[in-house]
Each structure stands twice: as C-alpha cells, then as structure tokens.
C-alpha cells in the first residue's frame, strides 16, 4: 500500500558555505541575514533567507536562486577577511520536498536520525545520510527538505519513488 506523501524535487536554491568565527562573519555580513542559530543543527529563518549551523564555525546560507546575484554581491566572497571563508554553492546539491501525513514514514526508511518533532524541530538543520547518500535535512511546512549531492539526484529521486510506493 502506498504512502501518503507527495515527494517535489525543487528548483535549484541559492546557497552558500560560510566559515569562520560568528562574531567576524556577522560584522563582515552586516544585518542582511538572518540572526545567527545559537544551538548547532538549528537554523535561523528571515523570509526567504534561512541561515543553517551544521557544524563548528560552519553555516549554510539558502535562499531563492533570484537571491543569488544580490546575495554573493552583499556578501562580497572574494573580498572576505582572510578568517572567514564565503562559497558559493548554489549547483551543489538536489533539494526534494516530502510532504503529506506519512513523509515522516518515509524519512525513516531513508534516515537513520530521530525526526519526530520532540527531537527534530521546526527550525532542525543537519547533515545526515539518506539511502547511505551524505544528506542535508530541514523540517519545512508539512514535511521534510532532503538535499543531496547533485550527482546523486536522479538516484535519491528513484530511491524516494520506490519506498513511497
């Protein structure tokens, strides 16, 4: 019997990797971006700008790719300080939303973390493995955003068609 979640695979989001002391990339960033998470794997949402801490030092930015060229213009990558590290990344990784009253379902079979939403809130970011695939999860409304490496879109998409059917 089929699953009831309905799986997206989004367009292409803007994103960025940002390394380096909180204190320096905010002075570097200004107030353009979201606060900065104070709990690691957690994000900070602005709108349309969610600013994720996926690791010590370490955040993506994600946004609209119509964000993208204003974005990397106020955050100036190639005239950071040489403690900060700013990365465009947008082409890296497949985005796919699962959504529906079962998505959590499915992310189990994927995902060996812990999603229920006592563990995993609504502002959860962090770097797992989905399908032995290195995956990036975020709660969105309804459901999950699962992100994977690019080159394994197609698989991840043949691996989420085939354990929600």
Not at 91 to 114: K, W
Request: contains cysteine; proline residues 8%.
């Amino acid at each position: 019997m089929p699953y009831d979640v309905t799986t997206t695979r989004l367009d292409t989001q803007a994103l960025f990797d940002l390394k380096g002391p909180a204190a320096t990339l905010r002075q570097w960033i200004g107030p353009d971006l979201p606060a900065f998470p104070d709990q690691p794997n957690t994000r900070g949402d602005d709108g349309h700008l969610s600013l994720m801490w996926i690791g010590p030092d370490h955040w993506l930015l994600r946004a609209p790719l119509s964000e993208e060229v204003a974005l990397e213009a106020s955050l100036r990558p190639a005239e950071a300080p040489a403690e900060i590290s700013i990365v465009r990344i947008s082409d890296t990784l497949a985005f796919f939303r699962l959504t529906g009253p079962e998505a959590g379902e499915i992310m189990a079979i994927a995902c060996p973390l812990d999603l229920h939403a006592a563990r995993f809130g609504p502002q959860a970011a962090c770097f797992t493995e989905a399908f032995g695939l290195k995956a990036l999860v975020t709660r969105c409304a309804e459901g999950f955003d699962l992100a994977v490496e690019q080159s394994y879109g197609a698989l991840c998409a043949d691996y989420l068609a085939q354990a929600s059917a």
